[in-house]
Every structure is written in structure tokens, then in C-alpha cells.
């Protein structure tokens, strides 16, 4: 396999890890709006009891060491949900909640693996860290929601992303057994210069606007 071959392979591997994450992560968001959608509904009808719980644990100085449950909403003093911990279909999901209701943090472990989401204060996805049978992963979006930045540990090795605000990449920097390498790309996402370091030495290798070679060093 040659360093141009391996270099494709990381990349696609990147992109398939992050839609991946993505498309569980925007379940993880549809699962969380039902959760603060029961917990609103059932938080005005369960108050005098909760409150009535509390107190008795209060007044008998009980203290609960191991608690058995499906699922737990902690709300604040207002009555507004604020985290929700349950169980989905396929395994336990963490979702914390700000004054607003919007979600910014959502933490799932399931068979695949454990993924980490944070969100602005829009709601919007701005950074997930993940880890599956590919490896850990790690990507940055800007407000727009454009990928900007990527990370990841693969099987053939370490590679970092960046894109512009258009959201396609325009380097890409990795490190595999054969050594490292750089791909510079065009306004397009094209491939333009690639520079290797291996055992025989340094190369750099510049492309037209088509993807045809036009330079090689040396």
C-alpha cells in the first residue's frame, strides 16, 4: 500500500467514525427530548410527593446508599429538568440540561462504544469525542456547524483534519509505520501538495486543479 493510499484510507476512515458519532449523537438528542418531555409532565404531578419523600428521610435521618432505578431526572429549584440519566435500547445515556431547557452535554455508552457531545448554547453539536472499533475520535464544529477541525487514532495510525469555514478539508496531517505525511488541498477539497517523510527520504508531490501530478521532488 502506498503513502497516497494510506493517507485515503486514514481520511475515509475519519469520515466514517464521524457520521458514525453524528447520526448517534442526533438520536441521542430525539431520546433527550422525550426524556424532559416526561420529566415535565411528570414533574408538577409528582412534586407533593417528592417533597413529602424528602422530608421524611429529612426528619428520620435516613440515608439511601444504593438506589435501583431506570432512570433519574434531577430538576433545580425552579422545577426545571436539568439532567436526565435513563437507560435507551442500547444502554445508559446522560443528558445535562441548562436554565433554558437546551441540551449541552450528552454522554452514551453503548455496544459500539462511549461517545462525549457538547452543544453551544443554540443546541447546536460543536465538539464530540468518541471511541468504537475504529479507535478514538474527536471532532470540532464552528457555529455554522461545519466540520473544522478532526482527530483520530486509527489502526494504521494518528491523523488531524482541518477544514475551512465551508467545511471541506484543506490539510491533513498524519503518521503511519511508513512515517509522516501532509496533504495541502485547494478551495475545493482537491489534493494540490503532498509531502512524505519515509525511510528512503523526503518527497513532495504538487497536483493541478484535475488531481494530475505536475511536480515530484526529488
Not at 73 to 87: I, P, Q, S
Not at 96 to 110: I, K, Q, T
Request: charged share 30%.
Amino acid at each position: 500500500m502506498t503513502t497516497e493510499e494510506r493517507l485515503e484510507r486514514l481520511e475515509k476512515e475519519l469520515a466514517r467514525a464521524k457520521r458514525r458519532n453524528r447520526w448517534l449523537a442526533v438520536g441521542v438528542l430525539l431520546a433527550a427530548g422525550a426524556w424532559a418531555a416526561l420529566a415535565g409532565f411528570k414533574g408538577s404531578a409528582t412534586a407533593a410527593a417528592r417533597t413529602e419523600v424528602e422530608d421524611r428521610f429529612q426528619q428520620a435521618g435516613e440515608v439511601l446508599k444504593i438506589v435501583r432505578a431506570s432512570g433519574f431526572v434531577l430538576v433545580d429549584e425552579n422545577g426545571k429538568t436539568r439532567a436526565v440519566l435513563g437507560m435507551g435500547e442500547d444502554g445508559p445515556r446522560l443528558w445535562l440540561y441548562d436554565e433554558n431547557g437546551e441540551a449541552h452535554a450528552m454522554l452514551s455508552v453503548n455496544e459500539a462504544g462511549s461517545m462525549l457531545t457538547l452543544c453551544d448554547k443554540n443546541g447546536k453539536i460543536r465538539a464530540m469525542l468518541a471511541v468504537n472499533e475504529a479507535g478514538p475520535m474527536m471532532s470540532l464544529d464552528d457555529e455554522n456547524g461545519k466540520p473544522r477541525a478532526a482527530l483520530g487514532a486509527g489502526k494504521d495510525g494518528p491523523m488531524l483534519r482541518l477544514g475551512d469555514e465551508n467545511g471541506k478539508p484543506r490539510a491533513m496531517l498524519a503518521v503511519v509505520k511508513s512515517g509522516p505525511m501532509l496533504r495541502l488541498g485547494d478551495e475545493k477539497g482537491e489534493t494540490r501538495a503532498m509531502l512524505f517523510v519515509t525511510v528512503a527520504g523526503p518527497r513532495l508531490s504538487l497536483f493541478d486543479a484535475a488531481g494530475k501530478p505536475v511536480a515530484r521532488l526529488p
